[in-house]
């Protein structure tokens, strides 16, 4: 069931929607709405992110995805209540490759995903953070992955954090299970830019327009080869670089651009 469907079922039960999906101007905000659950990640959170991940990869009027949350926290990683629940490992083998499932779906997905950082993100909380392409935190902002407190080493979201953080700095978020502030997570590269609670829905607006203000064309085929590369050789990486923008050479749009910066001129991209 679509973020969209679960809101017209919800309004028709009266229950809240645990996923909100908002439209305007190319951006596409996704809020997680489970604030009294610290927004976490149960079966039906990943069903509806899943589904709607799905649906917004063949939406050509979706620019950028803002990945957000009401309540407290961002997200407080997988519901252990509900996991406590079925203590099997089948079950929990299929729950992780959902989840894992979900965030490979974020890194699939055709338009750049921003995490809107307001609050506390822990374990696979902090998985999604890492997960989105860019994200922008509140100071109020915390993370960390938190599970090896619990007896749980937090394997799947160290995936996502081994990716965009150094090793050491990995394997000391991961042996200690500490909760750091949202600067030192930007200091080690999993957040983008850290401002004033306040400020933080005008900068993440600044950031999304200022990637709708690009070639959707060059964004998309960026998106993809970028992930592709960085699991490759160095000499691989460049063997697909090099064939990829050869073929982003001879897009609509570069052909524009490039007219543009040499008459001087504003761009007028051709949308996708």
Known sequence: MSAQHQTRAAAATGAKPILIREDAGGVCTLTLNRPAQYNALSEAMLAALQDTLDAIADDASVRVVVLAARGKAFCAGHDLREMRAR??????????????????????????????????????????V??????????????????????????????????????????????????????????????NRVVPPEQLDAAVAALAQSIIGKSQAAVTAGKRVFYQQIELGLEAAYEL????????????????????????????????
């Open 87 to 128: 203590p099997e490992q089948a079950y929990y083998e299929q729950l992780f490759k959902t989840c894992s499932r979900m965030m490979l779906s974020i890194i699939r997905l055709p338009q750049p995903v921003i995490a809107r950082v307001h609050g506390i993100a822990t374990a696979a909380g902090c998985q999604l």
């Open 241 to 272: 670089a090099s064939v990829e923008m050869a073929r982003n050479m001879m897009f609509h749009d570069a052909g524009e651009g490039i007219d543009a910066f040499i008459g001087k001129r504003k761009p007028v991209w051709r949308h996708k």
């Open 130 to 191: 890492a997960t989105c392409d860019l994200a922008v935190a509140s100071s109020a902002a915390s993370l960390g992955t938190s599970g090896i407190n619990v007896g749980l080493f937090c394997m799947t979201p160290g995936v996502a954090l081994a990716r965009k953080v150094k090793r050491k700095d990995a394997f000391e978020l991961l042996f200690t299970g500490d909760i750091i502030p949202a600067e030192r997570a930007c200091e080690l590269g999993l957040i």
